[in-house]
């Protein structure tokens, strides 16, 4: 596996976990929705996560939660690649874009977006074809079902390994038409047709998908495995978040999605301070 990623023009030193601060540009997100529209908070909260330790930066203009609707290309357009052009201009940081659609993902990378986050794994129409004539890193996720429904009746025969062969199955689809496996990071999808015990059996056996030789990303923050455990609303979950954040990156997570970046990054100190001592 690699230590580093070529992220557009930035190295990316995957040597110990890297903390990606979440920008939702949407109205309905289900932790800060509608926090983040206005053009200048939005950069104010980069340049806060910047500061905090954020080295990658990854702005989503269609909400995922459960539940939500679509929204049109040309509309993740007008909300992505704007405040994706004014980070890009003012900051020295990593972009990565969070999205689906083709047309976002090729806009991006001409905007310089240094990674591409897709919770759809390229299955939509034409996004592998557009993405391998590009050379940025891909994050394939994996979702059972879509947003509007994913969490009605999640069903695996064996979770850790349905996704995993989900995961082969993808790469190499991606591999056929071009794009190489070294571009590649995966993402279990925690919260995504999953039901709270799938959540826990998932982090519990993160560090088997290492067999699949690709960086692993994780996304917990917030979400309703920590609140539905703790039963915590969505402002109450800063513990549980970074206790799981942790358990990810002992279980061989490089890339730890966050919202809460300072106390995420203190957190993986502490732990990069003690396993240097192993």
Known sequence: MKNSLLCSDKLLSLDTPQVMGILNVTPDSFSDGGQFVGHDHALAQVEQMINDGANIIDIGGESTRPGAKAVSA?????????ILESVKNRFDVIISVDTSKASVMKAAIQSGAGIINDVRALQNEQCIAELAKADVPICLMHMQGLPRTMQENPVYEDVVNDIIDFFKQRVSLCERAGINKQRLLIDPGFGFGKTLTQNYQL????????????????????????????????????????????????????????????????????????????
């Open 74 to 82: 040309d509309e993740e357009l007008e909300r992505v690649i704007p």
């Open 203 to 278: 982090l519990a056996h993160l560090k088997c998908f290492e067999s699949l030789g690709l960086p692993i990303l994780v996304g917990t923050s917030r979400k309703s495995m920590i609140g539905n455990l703790l039963n915590r609303p969505v402002d109450e979950r800063l513990a549980g978040s970074l206790s799981s954040a942790i358990i990810a990156a002992q279980q061989g997570a490089k890339i730890i999605r966050v919202h809460d970046v300072k106390e995420t990054v203190d957190a993986l100190n502490v732990l990069n301070a003690v396993n240097q001592q192993l």
